[in-house]
């Protein structure tokens, strides 16, 4: 390996190392990286082949540590090439933030302020002072996984799940934040709520929040 | 409303609007949906002269009852049934001329599980991101059908039936399903492995669009931690926390955090359709394509 150039201290090496092309039946990969970084840095380089042409995929479905190309010709070529390939890190992003206006007023905020070790009014502080990119969406249309928030803040599922929790609820789980779309069973740490639509079928985007965007949580008054 | 529209009479234990679904937006959490027999569900369509895209019904074990407000053509194929307009004996697999008003009764199934019904013009609800399939893991799409429900019509093609009636086959006795290992083999023992397809599985009751459950011997687990949430495909062979393996079907979630041990042939996934509760299921390893 040949050190690094004099002065490029900022340089990281190439997102896809580590790298494992799972098959995944006969049109799938399920590509395997080291961190959710390189998850995403990874999709975001999907994304820009597909968007030029230069691959063919039906689905590209980034999650925690993978990212899943699903309706590809030859799998096989794709998972010889995928180590060549020289991924950049995220760059930082100039596009604007999505905002969504949070009432800080869960059930389970006093929970998470006692996880955090911090008093409860320092909850929304925190959580208002990061700055969250979506990883992945999954679990139902428009829930949206979040990370952003340092690791020393990440926080367990509750032991028993709610069976109810009330759609625009913002929660958190392990390294996670996301906003229930509509009302469902859940067991993430409901700290807020939102009135923003995160789903709406009708809309154009139906969903607010897709993998790769930046968004922020504006601390609303309670009303 | 128009005339072109059908009364539902009888809406069975279970029957959905279906199309080809709507493949493209896993990443934001949107299952595929679609009719869960493909083949089926396209002979419909060809028999009635529409075009592939276009809704069909899907009914479950029993059947519907559909009363249409003009003439139309209907062809009900999938799981083989009695079928009559206004009690008199009508063909089943091939097109039949239904009066306005007149009574169409789908049976209950002789074999398999799910049955098709197209209507000349197809079945004419609002598309949800370009599908009229009802998604039932995410609600997406029309509700099930219900008794007194009123669904609206299209326009029929000037189409001609591409076919005029088809062979009958019967549901096999044994569900075979060829399966490619992994992604997530290693996370299994090699027995676990051996035991998927040597294993004497049977479908579960507790199967539906979601997922085909299956009963028999437990897989075990080699790794015990758990699995970051990865994107699934239809037909992968996940398995709980309980070893029994299920194959996910049109309406999965398209991720999940229990590891997929192999991954069912497409071309298996309509049998898995109509497999009804307690047909013996063989998972068959084959080599990758």
Excluded: K
């Amino acid at each position: 390996m040949s050190a690094l150039p004099a002065g490029d201290g900022m340089r990281t090496p190439s997102a896809g190392e580590g790298m494992r092309a799972l098959p995944v039946g006969d049109h799938a990969l399920l590509v395997e990286v080291s961190s959710g970084d390189a998850a995403q840095a990874l999709h975001a380089e999907l994304l820009r082949r597909r968007g030029e042409g230069t691959l063919s995929v039906r689905e590209i479905v980034p999650a925690a540590r993978t990212v899943l190309l699903d309706g590809l010709d030859d799998p096989a070529r794709l998972a010889e090439r995928l180590p060549t390939w020289d991924i950049p890190p995220m760059p930082p992003r100039t596009d604007e933030a999505i905002e969504i206006p949070v009432r800080y007023d869960g059930p389970d905020l006093a929970d998470v302020a006692a996880l955090w070790g911090v008093p409860e009014h320092q909850v929304p502080e925190i959580h208002s002072a990061a700055e969250f990119r979506v990883a992945f969406c999954g679990f139902a249309p428009g829930f949206a996984y979040l990370t952003g928030l340092p690791s020393r803040y990440d926080v367990p599922r509750r032991a028993t799940p709610r069976t109810t929790v009330p759609a625009g609820s913002v929660a958190l789980a392990g390294p996670y934040t996301g906003v229930y779309p509509r009302s469902s069973p859940g067991g993430w740490q409901l700290i807020g709520t939102t009135d923003a639509v995160l789903w709406d079928h009708a809309r154009v985007p139906a969903a607010l929040l897709a993998p790769g965007a930046l968004v922020r949580f504006v601390p609303a008054r309670c009303s | 409303m128009t005339d072109r529209a059908l009364s539902v009479v009888r809406a069975g234990l279970l029957t959905t609007v279906q199309d080809q679904g709507r493949p493209g937006h896993a990443h934001l959490g949107v299952p595929r949906s679609g009719a869960l027999d493909g083949p089926a569900a396209a002979l419909v369509n060809r028999l009635v002269g529409n075009p592939a895209e276009a809704a069909v019904l899907e009914t479950t074990l029993n059947g519907c009852a559909l009363r249409p407000r003009s003439a139309v053509t209907v062809a009900v194929a999938g799981a083989p049934c009695p079928v009559t307009v206004d009690g008199r004996p009508a063909a089943w697999g091939a097109p039949v001329h239904v009066p306005a008003g007149a009574l169409l009764d789908v049976g209950h199934a002789r074999a398999g599980l799910r049955g098709y019904v197209a209507v000349s013009g197809g079945v004419a609800v609002d598309p949800v991101l370009g599908s009229r399939s009802t998604d039932l893991l995410s609600g997406l799409g029309p509700p099930p059908l219900s008794d007194g429900m009123v669904l609206p019509l299209g326009r029929p093609d000037t189409l001609h039936a591409r076919v005029d009636v088809v062979p009958h086959v019967a549901p096999p006795a044994e569900l075979v399903l060829r399966v490619t290992p992994g992604p997530r083999a290693d996370w299994f023992t090699a027995s676990a492995v051996r035991t998927l397809t040597t294993g004497a599985y049977r479908v579960s009751s507790a199967s539906n669009r979601i997922g085909l459950r299956t009963n028999g011997p437990s897989l075990e687990r080699a790794v015990s931690g758990e699995l970051p949430s990865e994107g699934m495909v239809l037909g992968a062979v996940q398995v709980p926390p309980d070893g029994r393996p299920v194959v996910f079907l049109a309406d999965h979630p398209t991720t999940g955090g229990y590891p997929v041990i192999a991954v069912v042939r497409s071309t298996d996934l309509p049998a898995a359709a109509q497999a009804v509760p307690g047909t013996p299921v063989r998972f068959v390893a084959v080599r990758r394509r």
